[in-house]
């Protein structure tokens, strides 16, 4: 790769969409956590970007989704307005996965026309726009599957399929953007660091996997006391859905036991890795940057512990989605310390 200076234009585009991916995940926490995923039952490309823009055009969107079960046997009690609320939502998310396909395509074709993509970009570009298509088919084959008379919300199983796509795309373009940013002196041979890394991640994987759960479940609702669960270290109810995978994919209260116990687990690791860190020269990215993610990681199980406590009859949005936002920040946190020290040992 060339010199920082020599891609600037190409590091601000991908650290652009970056963030913009981050809004994305957002939004998308929102609209599963508002009941908003299945409000637009239908996929327009282009016409489906403009929402209603009259009161027919709003009504005919409200009988649409009046002939799905989540209306049927859930939200009966909808107004218009109570419906243009959940839309607004759905479409947001719709519309910036549109906005963000722009500012991927039309800056990439600048790029191949005035020749600032080199040729080992290529194969990387080509990578990041099937990830991001495929995020996108993603997303509609799950918002279809639950447009039908038995299902009230999209299965948390899909949910967490998209939603780890989306933070696949999000660590692969931060990876190419470091390669493209990060001068070579500041990335270090530190096999030890790297390990723990390596192994931070795979936990981490399972981890958010089951924060997709509690989202898609509301899982929080099943127990809102801390550090106990209902009382007990291990609560009740734990194997009561008729076999392991069920308990472990489908019970709420398993689903929150795993995922408080992975938080714990993950911290073991992190900890490690800040005392393995300290003999890092203090000149290094990777020593100025070492606080981070166990700073991060503390923050984020504080949100969570707030989330669980300030649950009542509903999840309360503003900590959730700074719960998520936070466990985002981590995730890059860790794969921006794994670049720093996976470099070769000096010939």
């Not at 009259?54 to 307005?81: G, P, R, V």
Request: glycine fraction near 6%; include cysteine; hydrophobic fraction near 55%.
């Amino acid at each position: 790769m060339d010199s920082p200076k020599n891609n600037r234009q190409v590091i601000i585009w991908l650290y652009i969409g970056l963030v913009m991916i981050m809004i994305q995940v957002v939004i998308g926490g929102i609209t599963r956590l508002t009941g908003s995923g299945l409000s637009i039952t239908e996929w327009k490309p282009i016409i489906g970007a403009f929402p209603p823009l009259n009161d027919q055009a709003w009504q005919e969107a409200f009988n649409k989704y009046k002939e799905i079960a989540q209306f049927k046997h859930l939200n009966s009690h909808f107004t218009l307005e109570d419906f243009k609320f959940i839309f607004f939502w759905e479409w947001l998310h719709r519309d910036w996965a549109r906005f963000m396909g722009l500012v991927f395509i039309f800056p990439f074709i600048y790029f191949l026309i005035t020749k600032k993509i080199q040729k080992n970009m290529v194969t990387p570009m080509i990578v990041l726009f099937i990830l991001g298509g495929l995020q996108g088919a993603i997303g509609w084959i799950m918002v279809q599957s639950g447009l039908n008379d038995q299902d009230l919300y999209v299965s948390h199983i899909r949910l967490a399929v998209h939603f780890m796509s989306a933070l696949i795309l999000l660590c692969y373009v931060l990876w190419f953007a470091l390669k493209l940013s990060i001068e070579k002196n500041q990335i270090l041979h530190v096999p030890n660091l790297k390990k723990i890394n390596l192994w931070l991640l795979v936990i981490l994987f399972f981890q958010l996997i089951y924060g997709a759960f509690m989202a898609g479940l509301h899982a929080a609702l099943a127990a809102r006391t801390w550090p106990d669960i209902n009382g007990r270290l291990w609560p009740v109810g734990m194997l009561t859905e008729g076999g392991f995978w069920a308990d472990i994919t489908h019970n709420l209260i398993t689903v929150q036991f795993i995922h408080r116990g992975l938080a714990y687990i993950i911290c073991v690791p992190v900890l490690i890795w800040l005392w393995k860190s300290k003999d890092l020269a203090q000149t290094t990215l990777l020593h100025k940057f070492r606080f981070a993610p166990v700073f991060l990681l503390f923050i984020q199980i504080l949100l969570g512990v707030l989330t669980v406590l300030n649950t009542t009859g509903q999840i309360p949005l503003s900590y959730a989605i700074l719960h998520q936002f936070v466990g985002m920040l981590f995730l890059l946190s860790v794969v921006f310390t794994l670049f720093l020290s996976r470099g070769k040992a000096a010939i």
